[in-house]
C-alpha cells in the first residue's frame, strides 16, 4: 500500500499517530476532527495515499463517498443533525492544510456558529470522545 512517510494521515493509517477512529473498511478510515467545526466532525481518508482529488484513485475516491454517505446519515441518525456538509478543499487555496485527500463531514445544527472556512481550533475531547461513540455504534 503506497505511503507516504511524511505525511500525517498516512501515519494515522499506519497507528502511528492516536486517532479516534469511528468507521473503517478495506479503502477507508474514518476518524473525529481534533479541530471541529461542530459536534460530530471527522473526516474519511483513503488508507492509499493521494495527495488530493486530482490524484485519488478513483474507486479509492468512490469508496470514500460511499463512507461519507454512510457517516452523514448516523450523524443525521445518532446525533440529531439538521444538515450535513460535505466538504474536500484541493490545493492551498481551496483551503487544504494536509495533503492527503480527506472529505469533512460536517454536521450542522440549528443555530450554530460555524461559518465557512472555519478557523480550526482543538476541540473538546470528552464532547469528541462522546460523538465518536455514537457515531461507531
Known sequence: MAADP??????IVAGQIPSTRVYE?????????????TRGHLLVI???????????DPEDLAACARTAQLLAQRAKDKL???????INSCGPKAWQTVFHFHIHVIPRYDGDPLRL???PAPGDR????????L???
Not at 473498511?25 to 467545526?37: L, S, V
Not at 440529531?80 to 460535505?86: E, F, S
Request: glycine fraction near 4%; proline fraction near 6%.
Open 6 to 11: 511524511d505525511c500525517l494521515f498516512c501515519k
Open 80 to 86: 440529531n443533525a439538521d444538515g450535513i456538509n460535505l
Open 25 to 37: 473498511d478495506e479503502r477507508t478510515i474514518a476518524f473525529m476532527d481534533i479541530n471541529p467545526g
Open 126 to 133: 470528552d464532547e469528541i470522545a462522546q460523538a465518536a461513540e
Open 135 to 137: 457515531l461507531s455504534a
Open 46 to 56: 483513503p488508507r492509499e495515499h493521494a495527495k488530493d482529488l486530482l490524484e485519488i
Open 117 to 119: 472556512p472555519w478557523q
